[in-house]
């Protein structure tokens, strides 16, 4: 049978259960993944729902949803059937089989794959970082592991003329080589660990703060960080699309202060965000438990404000993730009204309302940061020495300041140190203010 060639846009149909929608609607789910189809790069050309009471063991939905399907096929030239739900390898073989039976054997051949798949694939195509990279193979192969037996060309027991012989062996050898890989890609990301934990610990020593931005895929996390981060810094890609961030990025700030501080963007989360997934990208993730302050980044406008903000509250807390500072940020206040904004007391008292591709109350965010940090600062009086030419300098570079004042005695001035140069330069405190 045929095959998609690279770079050819895949035609494909979504299917949909109300049982496996929850906790969205069927219809915002259908919609969610229609944007992570075309996310993925391939063209939506028909979409499928169904209410059931549960799943068939053998199709997953019913053999009339699979009938209605087969006959939408060649009708809309179709490469590619997503379930929205997660399949088992039995029934991704028993789909295919029926979707293709009766094709020409030249005709390409119809893939089945779920949204587990489908977010694998989109993650694969945006690692650019070699930890990413290794991070999506291993959730791939994790994935792969559990469906050998669906897999086509690798179910290869059973009864009768043709089924006997070697299948058995052959999946116990294909199981046997990806944990041999799952293992190897294991050792190599705890090495890229303990490059983080030497970094983290820099960052420490050095007491520079760090803030992470977590929340729902396309929320805004990326524009919130190219709007923070210092003008020198690289600037992050920002698109209007789910996933487009997938590899953490750090840039540094200033707080209104003068001060610097570590600003991180995470992978956007999603519901039924595979579990594979979070696990190998755990360590990333976790990076999110060591700062100073998280950054809860909600899409203001969206309907489903309230399952987002849920979603993300329940992955951080299976990360283990519940006690730290967190203020939660609305984003995209542009396309909202403000008393259409119904606000759940559950959201914490700590709640900034923001547009960052407006760049409006970007000043209001960076108070309420600095606030945060408020017991690791002391804001007070000065006076350096003009013999001390290289500390004062230092000071000045790195802080704001007010009351500059060339004094017979050196220079005097007000600014705000953080409680590490505090204890460096105290020598040189006439008063805490």
């Known amino acids: 049978m045929e095959k998609i060639k690279d770079g050819e846009i895949e035609k494909a149909i979504v299917v949909a259960t109300d049982i496996g929608a929850k906790p969205y609607s069927l219809k915002t789910s259908l919609e969610e993944l229609e944007d992570l189809t075309i996310a993925a790069g391939a063209e939506v050309r028909g979409v499928v729902a169904q209410n059931i009471e549960k799943f068939s063991p053998k199709y997953l939905i019913g053999t009339g949803k699979v009938k209605e399907i087969k006959d939408m096929l060649e009708k809309l030239d179709i490469d590619l059937v997503i379930f929205n739900d997660e399949l088992s390898g039995i029934q991704v073989r028993n789909l295919e089989k029926n979707f293709n039976e009766g094709r020409d054997f030249f005709d390409k051949k119809v893939r089945v794959i779920d949204r587990t798949n489908l977010i694998l694939d989109i993650f694969a195509q945006r690692a650019s970082t070699y930890e990413g990279k290794l991070q999506v193979e291993l959730a791939q192969l994790e994935y792969q592991l559990p469906r050998l037996l669906g897999i086509d060309g690798w179910s290869r027991t059973g009864g009768g003329i043709g089924t006997r012989g070697p299948g058995e062996q052959i999946i116990e ?3 046997r080589r990806l944990l041999k890989e799952i293992d190897s890609i ?27 931005l977590v929340g729902y895929t396309n929320a805004g996390k990326s524009t919130i960080l190219n709007r923070l981060k210092l003008e020198s810094s690289k600037e992050v890609y920002v698109k209007d699309m789910l996933f487009a961030t997938l590899d953490p990025n750090s840039r540094r700030a200033k707080l209104l202060n003068g001060s610097e501080f570590i600003i991180s963007d995470t992978v956007g989360f999603v519901s039924k965000l595979p579990t594979k997934l ?9 990076e999110i438990k060591y700062s100073d302050l998280i950054l809860h980044v909600i899409d203001a406008s969206s309907e489903d404000l309230e399952i987002q903000y849920k979603i993300t509250v329940d992955i951080l807390k299976d990360l283990g993730i519940e006690n730290k500072k967190i203020l939660t940020v609305f984003n995209k206040m542009d396309r909202v009204e403000t008393d259409q904004l119904a606000i759940n007391p559950s959201y914490g008292e700590n709640r900034i309302y923001i547009s960052a591709k407006k760049d409006e109350n970007m000043d209001i965010l960076l108070r309420a940061i600095e606030e945060s940090f408020k017991d690791d600062f002391n804001k007070v009086n000065m006076l350096i020495a003009y013999d001390k030419a290289d500390v004062l300098s230092n000071i000045l570079d790195s802080y704001k300041y007010e009351n500059l004042e060339y004094k017979a005695e050196g220079v005097s001035f007000t600014t705000v140190l953080n409680s590490i140069d505090y204890e460096k330069y105290k020598k040189f405190v006439i008063e805490d203010v």
């Open 186 to 212: 294991k050792a190599k990301l705890k090495k890229l660990d303990k490059t983080r934990d030497t970094m983290r610990n820099r960052r420490t020593e050095n007491h520079i703060h760090t803030v992470s």
């Open 173 to 175: 050898t294909d199981r």
């Open 278 to 286: 979070v696990e190998a990208f755990k360590s990333t993730l976790e």
